[in-house]
């Protein structure tokens, strides 16, 4: 996956195959859940540290990873996490087809005139699982979907799977939490953490 050139280009989606290297190199690992879902996570040899970003009824048995905001914090907490993850390159890899994302966003992102440029093109995708990527110049418009996401969703069938192409770090951004972090390496963990912790 090659930086594009700079200047306006469209959001692209990948076919799944071409970013099964990273995921396995990264020890990600699926599971089906239910007719339509697919579970992702960071297998503990390769991933040192575990955090969880929750509000206190997303949580029921809190985990000592875990972090416990409010509403408001939550949104707040995995868009500055999901930006510092980014890093200029990174996939979205939806938990159930992208219909459902897309059919949850709809109403949050109607005046956002990129991603309505995006959605009018991306009909022949919406029944897929293919990651879409962004670039270093998409990091508004990632942001801005999942914040959408985050107010707008319900349930892990439209929840995201975010991967950075340089580090070793998968997340599970799912509305109204919890939202699950698994980092390779301390380094990793630092560097989003400060979004979420003190």
């Known amino acids: 996956m090659q930086p594009a050139p700079t200047g306006i280009r469209p959001l692209e989606f990948l076919p799944e195959q071409e970013i099964a290297g990273l995921l396995a190199e990264l020890g990600v690992t699926e599971t089906p859940e239910g007719d339509s879902c697919v579970r992702m996570k960071m297998e503990e040899t390769g991933c040192d540290i575990q955090d969880c970003l929750c509000t206190s009824g997303s949580c029921e048995d809190p985990e000592p990873s875990c972090n416990v905001l409010d509403e408001d914090g939550l949104v707040e907490a995995t868009c500055e996490a999901a930006r510092r993850i980014h890093q200029g390159q990174a996939v979205l890899i939806p938990a159930g087809k992208w219909r459902s994302v897309f059919d949850a966003v709809a109403f949050s992102m109607a005046t956002n005139e990129a991603w309505q440029e995006f959605d009018a093109s991306a009909t022949t995708m919406l029944n897929t699982r293919d990651p879409l990527l962004f670039e270093s110049g998409d990091e508004q418009i990632m ?56």
């Open 143 to 198: 942001v801005a979907l999942i914040r959408a996401l985050m107010q707008d969703g319900e349930g892990v069938e439209q929840s995201l799977f975010l991967v950075p192409t340089g580090s070793p770090i998968l997340m599970h951004i799912q509305p109204a939490g919890p939202v699950r972090l698994w980092f390779g390496n301390q380094v990793s963990a630092d560097e989003v953490s400060g979004a979420y912790k003190d």
